[in-house]
C-alpha cells in the first residue's frame, strides 16, 4: 500500500506551490457576492472562462437577486445558453434569487448550512463564495484538487470530496486554505494537468508516487 503524505509534506508541498504559482486567485468575474455565487453556480461542468463571457451581460441584465427572481427560466437560458446544462442552471440560479430575496433580504448568506440550502448550491459553491466573497476560512475541492490530491498520494484512491477537504484543511493552517484551493486548481490546469502532466517542471515530483512513475517511463 502506497504511503499516504504527512501533515508535513503537505504544507511544505503547498508552501513549494506558493513560489510555483504566486498569489494564486479564483478565475471568476465578479463585482459582488451576489454575482459571485450565481457565476460558481454557473461554473459547474464548464470553465470558468465561458461562465465569465455570458456573465457581463446576465449581471446587466439582472443587477439584483430581485431583477434575476422576477425573470423567467427562459429568459436566463437566453444570456447563458452557450455553457454547460444551462436548462437546469437557469432554473436555478432563477430559483436561488428568489430565495435570496424571500429568505435572506436580498443578501447572499454567510454559512455553510444556509449556502448549501439554496438550490444548485453544493459544498464547493458554499466554500468558494464564503472564502472570495467574505474571507471565510475555507478549502473548495473540485475535479483538480481531487486529482492532484490522489495523484501524490495525499488521500487514498477511494477518499471523497468531504475526505480530502478534511485532509487539507487539517495539514494547513486556516490562513492558508483559500489561497491553497486556489494554487491548487491552477496548479491543476497549468502543470499537473489529467494528461500529460508535467511531471519534469514539478516541485513536488521528487515525492510524489504519480510523478515518479511517469518520469520513469
Known amino acids: 500500500m502506497t504511503e499516504l503524505w504527512s501533515d508535513d509534506r503537505l504544507r511544505w508541498g503547498m508552501h513549494e506551490l506558493f513560489k510555483l504559482i504566486p498569489n494564486a486567485l479564483g478565475a471568476l468575474h465578479a463585482e459582488s457576492p451576489y454575482q459571485l455565487l450565481i ?19 446576465l449581471f446587466a441584465a439582472y443587477p439584483t437577486p430581485a431583477a434575476l427572481a422576477a425573470a423567467s427560466p427562459a429568459d436566463i437560458e437566453h444570456f447563458i445558453h452557450t ?3 444551462f436548462h437546469t442552471k437557469a432554473k436555478h440560479i432563477q430559483a436561488t434569487a428568489q430565495q435570496l ?3 435572506f ?3 447572499v448568506p454567510q454559512t455553510h448550512p444556509e449556502l448549501e440550502s439554496l438550490p444548485g448550491v453544493g ?8 472564502g472570495d466573497a467574505f474571507g471565510v476560512p475555507s478549502f473548495a475541492v473540485d475535479t483538480h484538487v481531487t486529482r492532484i490530491s490522489k495523484r501524490l498520494p495525499a488521500v487514498s484512491d477511494k477518499a471523497s470530496v468531504r475526505d480530502i477537504e478534511r485532509r487539507w484543511t487539517t495539514a494547513l493552517p486556516k490562513t492558508e486554505w483559500v489561497q491553497g484551493h486556489h494554487t491548487l486548481i491552477l496548479f491543476g490546469r497549468q502543470y499537473c494537468m489529467a494528461r500529460k502532466p508535467r511531471c519534469a517542471e514539478c516541485p513536488l515530483a521528487a515525492y510524489c508516487v504519480t510523478g515518479q512513475e511517469l518520469l520513469a517511463q
Open 123 to 130: 459544498r464547493k459553491t458554499a466554500n468558494v463564495v464564503l
Open 101 to 103: 430575496v424571500t429568505r
Open 83 to 85: 455553457i454547460g446544462l
Open 105 to 107: 433580504n436580498s443578501t
Open 39 to 57: 457565476a460558481v453556480i454557473l461554473s459547474a461542468q464548464t470553465t470558468d472562462a465561458a461562465v465569465n463571457k455570458v456573465t457581463p451581460a
